[in-house]
C-alpha cells in the first residue's frame, strides 16, 4: 500500500472503518462541506413531569466519538457547498425583502423600492475594459505624467486582461485616499441612510425628528470589489410606514419621492477623517456615478421577475471573496512579508502596502488598518441589512434544521439538556476527497432535480 499516494492509502483506512457508512452520513448531511466543524458532547430531553427519556444523542458512537457540522464560511474560495447554501439564504433574505414571505407581508411589493448603486469615487485613472472598439483612456496630444507615464491609453482591454484596474501611473495614484475611503465607507454609508431620511422629511414638510413617526426606511446592501479593486455597494432600499413592513407609507412616500432623495443624499453625503499631521483632513463622498432604480410592483404579469433577478444579483456577490476580484485576501495578513508572498497584483499589493504603512499612524489607529489590510482597509460586512428590512440569516437556518430534522417528537413540556464541546476543524485528506465527491454529486442532482422541474406557470 506505500506505493499509492496519500490520499489513497487515507481513502482506503477510512472505508476500513466499521463506522465508515455512518462518516459518509455526516458528511452527507454537511453538503459536503470542506471545513466541517468537529464537536462532541451529547444532547437529552426528557419529560418535564415524568423525567422520561423522549430523545437522547451522544456522539460516543459516532466515528472518531465526533459529529461534523458545516463550516458556514460565505466564500466560494473557501468552502463551494457553504457558500452556496449561504448564497441561497441571501437570495431568500434579500427576496423576502422585495416580495413578501418568510414573516413579511407580500405588500410590500406595493411599496416604493428602489435598486441603487452607489460607487467610491475616482482616486486616479484606471486601465478598463472596453466594449465596441472603444478605446481605455484615448486623449489627443495628453502627454506623459510628472513620472514620465503616458497619461492617454489607446488599447482595447478585454475582461481577461491584465491591464484592467490597473492605474494608468501608480506613483500618481491616490493610495491614501483610497484606503481611507475603505476604511470609512460604513460610515458613509451610515451618513447616506441619514441624508435620505432628512430630504425625505424635508419634502413632506416635517421636522427631521418627526420622520420615524410617519415612516421608516429598510435597505439590504452588499459590497462589491470592483477591478479598480474599490469597493462599491449594491443596495435594495424601501419605504414603509412607521412599523416596518407591516404598515403602508404616507401619502408624500412615493417611489419618486425616495429615488430624488436617494440621489440627493448620494451626493450630499460626506465623511470627514480625524485630523492627521502626515495626512491633513480628507473629505470623503461617494462617486459620482450613481445609479438608483425604482423597481416596479410586478403584480400585473404575476412572474415577479425583476424581483427575483435583483435577489439573484445580490446574492452572487456575498459568494465571492476579495480574492476572486484579484484584490485583497480571505485571510488576515500578520506580517509585510505575508503581503508580498501572496499572488496579488501589483495594484492591490500597494494598496496593503498603503494599509501597512497607515496602520502604523496613531491618530488612525481606530480604523485598524494593518489588520484590514487584507480587504484593502474595507471593514464592513459583505452584506448588510437593516432590522426592518426581513428576515434573517439565523431565521433561515432554523427554519432549514427544522424541515430536514422535522418536529421533534410530541414533548411541548420537554426539557432539554446539552453540552457540546469544540475538538477541530477540518478533513484529513482521503475524507477532503469524498467531501468534494459528495458536494459534487448534491450539486449534480439538484441541476438535475432544476432541468426536470415542470415550469412554473
Ligand atoms: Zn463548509
Ligand atoms: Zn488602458
Ligand atoms: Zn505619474
Redesign the pocket.
Known amino acids: 500500500m506505500r506505493h499509492l499516494p496519500a490520499v489513497d492509502q487515507d481513502v482506503i483506512r477510512l472505508a476500513g472503518d466499521p463506522l465508515f457508512p455512518r462518516l459518509l452520513e455526516q458528511i452527507t448531511a454537511t453538503g459536503g462541506c470542506a471545513h466541517p466543524v468537529h464537536l462532541t458532547g451529547h444532547t437529552t430531553t426528557r419529560n418535564a413531569t415524568t423525567g422520561e427519556i423522549l430523545h437522547h444523542y451522544d456522539t460516543r458512537t459516532e466515528p472518531g466519538e465526533r459529529l461534523l457540522v458545516r463550516c458556514r464560511n460565505r466564500r466560494a474560495s473557501v468552502c463551494p457547498p457553504c457558500s452556496r447554501l449561504h448564497a441561497g439564504d441571501t437570495f431568500h433574505l434579500v427576496r423576502a425583502g422585495l416580495t413578501g414571505g418568510k414573516t413579511i407581508p407580500q405588500q410590500i411589493r406595493e411599496r416604493p423600492r428602489l435598486f441603487a448603486t452607489l460607487t467610491a469615487p475616482s482616486f486616479g485613472p484606471v486601465?478598463?475594459t472596453t466594449a465596441h472598439r472603444e478605446r481605455?483612456?484615448p486623449r489627443r496630444n495628453a502627454g506623459a505624467c510628472q513620472h514620465g507615464a503616458p497619461l492617454s491609453?489607446t488599447?482595447a482591454?478585454a475582461e481577461t486582461d491584465p491591464?484592467v484596474g490597473q492605474p494608468?501611473c501608480p506613483a500618481c495614484y491616490d493610495y491614501t485616499g483610497h484606503v481611507l475611503w475603505h476604511a470609512h465607507a460604513g460610515q458613509l454609508w451610515d451618513r447616506f441612510t441619514r441624508a435620505t431620511r432628512r430630504h425625505l422629511a424635508t419634502t413632506a414638510g416635517l421636522p427631521q425628528s418627526h420622520f420615524p413617526r410617519h415612516a421608516r426606511l429598510s435597505f439590504a446592501k452588499v459590497a462589491e470589489y470592483q477591478r479598480r479593486a474599490a469597493v462599491h455597494v449594491h443596495a435594495v432600499i424601501r419605504l414603509d410606514g412607521p412599523d416596518g413592513p407591516h404598515t403602508p407609507p404616507p401619502p408624500w412616500g412615493t417611489a419618486d419621492a425616495l429615488t430624488t432623495a436617494v440621489q440627493t443624499a448620494a451626493r450630499s453625503a460626506a465623511v470627514r477623517t480625524p485630523y492627521s499631521p502626515a495626512l491633513g483632513e480628507l473629505t470623503l463622498q461617494w462617486g459620482a456615478q450613481l445609479d438608483a432604480r425604482p423597481l416596479r410592483a410586478t403584480v400585473d404579469d404575476g412572474n415577479g421577475l425583476a424581483d427575483d433577478a435583483v435577489a439573484a444579483y445580490v446574492a452572487k456577490y456575498v459568494t465571492k471573496s476579495a480574492t476572486d476580484t484579484s484584490a485583497g485576501a480571505d485571510h488576515r495578513l500578520r506580517t509585510l512579508d505575508d503581503i508580498n508572498a501572496l499572488p496579488a497584483t501589483p495594484h492591490a499589493r500597494t494598496l496593503m502596502h498603503t494599509c501597512w504603512r497607515l496602520g502604523s499612524l496613531p491618530e488612525l489607529e481606530p480604523l485598524r488598518l494593518r489588520a484590514w489590510a487584507h480587504t484593502l482597509g474595507y471593514r464592513g460586512h459583505i452584506l448588510t441589512k437593516s432590522r426592518a428590512y426581513s428576515t434573517t440569516y439565523t431565521a433561515l437556518r432554523t427554519e432549514r434544521a427544522h424541515h430536514q430534522r422535522g418536529p421533534l417528537p410530541d414533548n411541548p413540556d420537554g426539557d432539554t439538556e446539552a453540552q457540546w464541546r469544540y475538538v477541530g476543524s477540518g478533513h484529513t485528506p482521503g475524507a477532503t476527497l469524498l467531501a468534494a465527491g459528495i458536494a459534487e454529486d448534491i450539486t449534480r442532482n439538484r441541476d438535475i432535480a432544476r432541468a426536470e422541474a415542470p415550469v412554473a406557470t
Open positions: 486601465h478598463r481605455c483612456h491609453c488599447a482591454h491591464h494608468l
